[in-house]
């Protein structure tokens, strides 16, 4: 017991009894005096005893005034307690008797660029339990019994905090009629079990499209107590459903819905006796995307396509992505990235282990986005860029030649480097050094701007197109890859010595091929295309097409596309590289070139395959069509996919075949194996 | 002039003076009825005699306040399940009945009666420890049941009124003045017996009993010079017994719940959900009473459930919630009529025991409202103590009324012959 109380409790026992001796004293000093009084008095005929009389009156009138005493202390504490803070008392009486329920507000759908709904929501019967129930095990046992789950399960669930220590803790999601009209004919057998309706998010595509639309869980203790100083923000309770990846929470502020409040009447159990007002709640706004769900399919299952192809070839192709931009737009049509994952199953709470396995390296981190957040050399993919660097800065021209031995030695013997194609490709000119994608051509240019004014010239390039730098994609996460300069590789590489750390000649041919420290990655690869595509006039990649009206069929904002940026190039220069990309496709490999002679366009592209020390190379392949009013560019990635000839193009090739309806009919592979 | 002879006035049509405004009023308190015997009439058998036997203040304020109760028990009984109303009126009935036999009884017979008396405490007290008839109700002890018809009944109740008599027939030996120590030791003694006695069942009635047997030692004529050092030895002894409970390692003399409800009166917020709820509720319903009160049936504190024990022991919680300041100021009201006017008849009363017993049963009341309505007010510490009259319940209801046959009978054997 704390000395503090104690000392209150004798102060208040010794102020008790001061207060019983002053009445006392009072009462007796009456006595006194009345007892001198009576003896002046005349005694009355009948012989009594006035002393004594008038001592009992004196004495029974402090006993009155006693009384008087309790009634007037009494009094006066109601007088102050009903009409001197009578306003407070009512204020906790109405406390006492009132709750305020909140009804969480769906959230807004997520819609294609055709209206499908890849993300809505369905009603779903929820039982829940106070956090106490995780002590009373007979009634675990029984729900556990009733819902077809372990004991142990139920109780774990019961016993997470994941919703908020003060919530109600979810057990079973979508529970069946009969188990709610079980739990609500015997309230008695479990309480603190109560069943909520609740929604859900649903996913009619299943796993379409899901690292673009993300996925909801619980709010986090950031989200919770972010939005203070924001006047319009939300604000969460604990336990709110809110966005944690992809479009759901990057519009998270539009899909959210405003909770509605119900204020009831309660008694002392809590059990709501009535109802006062209530403001409704308001669904989130519907999110309608850029993304076409035919060319979103596609993208997929081209990319499934790929990665059979790389492992046909053994290649290990762990996984992979695709990104589809209208080039006119930089509307996202489609992104894909594998390994996928369900979103559903963090519909409710995803479970430790699902969340574990979700994390876990082996299962080659299917949370991850990879077109927007994985970063991977760009191989040959990024020759064009090379070539129209040299042809600016002039250290090459059209009428510029190589000759390809398959074995280039420009700094010596002792620093000499393979060409992928080790016979040689002979005499090469630039746009051939696209078309073969020969590397000799782009070592020499690479030594030509190492040993010019402007040794730096490629990055200048790189970074003109916008590499090293993120696209502004509305998703999250978005990794903005990195262009090697002489100062990065001094800055990053501090712990060596001053030699290793200097840029050498041979990071610059690295460069010039997309080997080496270069990052890039498939979003930003799909926008230098576009440019490319554009003669120079790369839009920003969006996936917000438009953001419904509450009310009516209209639409609250409309997506402008906005320019992400005008690259300034020769316009006979981009022609000439333009022309080097259709030849990657017809003039290169009659493999190749059969799996494009179906489409009813023209396809203009380029192969990449990415060296990496002890493992499978990165597979690449960037395309443009139709290859004279471009209209689509599409990128794909296979991790350790090999060639990019031989799986990334799949991707590729089956995404066109589904924009254009024409299926890939070609069965050859390509054996020259082009990079 | 006295307040028999008042109402006649018109009716007669006698050369009498209309009663002026200070003696209406002093003849609601009683006003000389003690003194002037019309009491000589009043044996006669006739009807109107028989309503002069009766003091009619204390009659009309006691049966106002049982009036007063009834509506609150009523309008508890609809939503608090264990409050009937029926059984309520069986104790009105039992005490009204109680009340007439005792007005009967010529009760100065019991003045030589004080070892009986002191016996039958003690017998009272053993009652409820007998097989076959204790009966716990609430985890209360002290309760007996009578066999054969279910009455349930609390003794210690019965113990206030006998103790009363007890300690009024002693002191009034002394005729109004306490000479000798050893007197005054005797007194305080016989009174320790019934006190210690309740004290191991029950601490309210227990400080019911010292209160009232106190006054009526202080009333006959204890010298201060006593009276204080023996409250100052109270005093430290009740703060030795809790700084005892309090200590870890000292013996704890109190009960776990009693440490509690002191604890809470000090510091309500130190058990929000037990004794500082129950406290805390009871102060919003009074509070958010107001002036005029929820009405009844409107009262949420008590008729949601907020207010535990509405209808028994926080029942004055319950009455000022629906009938606000208003409603509270007339129940003080009442009691102040009932109280002052046997302070009254105390004063003009002769026989010395009659005015002690009159004092005692005046402290048992004006302690009984202050422990329970100053409980529900927070200026008193919380315990099981009923409001007089009002709180549901048969026992607390018989001793009541028995209580007003006792003033009663003093009033109707109010001549100095027995």
Known sequence: MELGTLTIVIIAIIALAAIVAVLVVVSAKNGRFKVDIGGQTPRAAGGNDTSSETGFKGRIAGLGLAAGGVLAVLAGRIWAMQLMSGDEYVKQAENNRTRTVTTAAPRGRILDRNGNELVTNRPSLTVVAQADVADEEREIVLLGDLLGMPAMAVKRKIQDTTEGAQSARTVAVDVPRRVVAYLEAHPDLFPGVTVQQRTQRYYPYGTVAAHVLGYTGTVSPDQLKAPDDDEGAIQYESGDITGQAGVEYQYESVLQGIRGEQQVFVDANGDVTGYATSVPATAGSDVELTIDINIQKAAEEGLLHAIDKAHALNNKATAGSVVVLDATNGDVLAMASYPEFDPSIFVGGISNDDWQALSDEASGYPLMDRAVTGTYASASTIKPLSALAALNAGVASEGSTYDCTGFWTGFGEAYGQYCWDHNGHGIMDVRNGIVFSCDTVFYEIGKAFFESDDKEGLQKTYSRWGLGEGTGIDLPGEAVGRVPTAQWKQDYFKDYSAEDRAWRGGDTTNLAIGQGDILVTPLQMACVYMGIANGGTMWTPHVLKAVGSKEGNGTLVDYQPSKLREVEEDAEYLAYVQSALEGVIYEEDPAVTAHFSNLPVRVAGKTGTGEKAGKDPTAWFCAYAPADDPKYVICAVIEEGGFGSTSAMYAVRDTLGAIYNSPDDATVTSSASVR | ?418
């Open chain 2, 1 to 418: 002039m006295a307040s028999v002879r008042q109402k006649k006035t018109p009716r007669h049509g006698t050369g009498v003076q209309d009663p002026g405004f200070s003696e209406m009023v002093s003849s609601l308190f009683g006003g000389e009825a003690g003194k002037r015997p019309g009491g000589a009439k009043a044996r006669m058998p006739r009807a109107k005699g028989v309503l002069s036997e009766i003091y009619r203040p204390a009659l009309f304020s006691s049966l106002a306040l049982v009036a007063y109760g009834l509506l609150v028990v009523w309008s508890a009984s609809l939503t608090i399940a264990e409050a009937s109303l029926p059984r309520q009126l069986v104790g009105v009935a039992l005490g009204l009945v109680a009340a007439v036999v005792i007005w009967h009884y010529d009760y100065r017979n019991l003045a030589n009666y004080t070892t009986a008396l002191l016996i039958a405490d003690v017998i009272l007290f053993i009652l409820p420890m007998v097989p076959g008839l204790s009966y716990s109700a609430k985890g209360m002890a002290g309760w007996i049941q009578i066999p054969g018809i279910g009455l349930r009944f609390q003794p210690s109740e019965l113990m206030k009124l006998i103790t009363i008599f007890l300690i009024a027939s002693v002191a009034a030996q002394y005729n109004g003045k306490i000479k000798a120590f050893s007197d005054y030791c005797k007194l305080c003694g016989t009174l320790l017996i019934p006190f210690l006695l309740l004290l191991t069942q029950d601490l309210g009635t227990s400080l019911i009993v010292l209160v009232a047997g106190a006054s009526i030692i202080i009333c006959a004529g204890a010298k201060k010079e006593w009276v204080i050092p023996t409250i100052i030895l109270i005093v430290a002894v009740a703060a030795l017994v809790i700084f005892c409970s309090l200590t870890p390692g000292l013996p704890n003399i109190l009960k776990e719940y009693q440490l509690k409800r002191l604890i809470v009166f000090v510091d309500p917020s130190v058990d929000p959900s037990g004794d500082g709820y129950n406290l805390q509720q009871a102060k919003i319903a009074v509070g958010s009473g107001g002036f005029l009160g929820k009405g009844i049936g409107h009262a949420s504190q008590a008729g949601q459930g907020f207010l535990p024990e509405a209808h028994t022991d926080f029942v004055f919680a319950l009455l000022a919630e629906e009938f606000g300041f208003v409603g509270a100021m007339v129940l003080l009201g009442l009691f102040g009529w009932l109280m002052f006017s046997v302070v009254r008849l105390a004063q003009t009363i002769e026989l010395p025991f009659g005015k002690l017993v009159l004092v005692g049963v005046v402290a048992m009341w004006a302690f009984q409202l202050l422990e329970n309505v100053g409980m529900c007010l927070g200026i008193m510490p919380i315990t099981g103590i009923p409001l007089p009259f009002i709180s549901y319940g048969a026992s607390s209801m018989v001793v009541q009324l028995s209580a007003v046959g006792m003033v009663q009978s003093v009033y109707r054997h109010r001549t100095k012959a027995a």
